[in-house]
């Protein structure tokens, strides 16, 4: 994947991902307004930033508490023992629970970080019993619960 520092974005290229990081649903025709260019230029930038991998997808962000899914947790992982085939066979079992939102592998005392959204906590027990406690190569799990999402932001700075 390019980077920023490779000189393969301009300050119009920033612009654009700038905007949409805020409103995906912008238009070609908004967007070249926004930074001052006919559509066919905007369009082809866009097309650009697509095709190398700039812009990975577009997404509508949902009301998980409206949705019954608000009770958030954070339950790091610690596997019983680490080699590649066993992350491996670990994570690809892990992208397959819808239920599991993101999934980091990290340093320190765990493996991996999920962050999980279910509708409540017993759903969450029954979830670490029937789903994450069926994988056998988990040794531990340790769940963190959210009381309050402070910030949420789905961008970050350009």
Do not use: W
Request: proline share 2%; aromatic share 10%.
């Amino acid at each position: 994947m390019k980077s920023i520092s490779e000189g393969k974005l301009d300050n119009i290229d920033l612009m654009i991902l700038r905007n949409l990081q805020q409103n995906a649903r912008l238009t070609t025709k908004e967007l070249a307004t926004i930074v001052n260019l006919s559509t066919t230029p905007v369009f082809e930038r866009l097309k650009r930033l697509e095709r190398d991998g700039f812009i990975k997808k577009y997404v509508a962000i949902l009301d998980a508490d409206k949705l019954g899914q608000g009770f958030i947790v954070f339950c790091c992982v610690k596997l019983k023992q680490m080699n590649k085939e066993i992350a491996t066979n670990f994570v690809g079992v892990i992208k397959d629970i819808p239920q599991v939102t993101e999934c980091y592998n990290v340093s320190g005392e765990f493996d991996y970080m999920l962050k999980i959204h279910a509708p409540d906590m017993k759903y969450y027990n029954e979830f670490i019993l029937n789903v994450l406690g069926t994988i056998d190569s988990i040794g531990s799990i340790q769940s963190t619960f959210v009381m309050n999402e402070i910030k949420q932001s789905y961008g970050f700075a350009l």
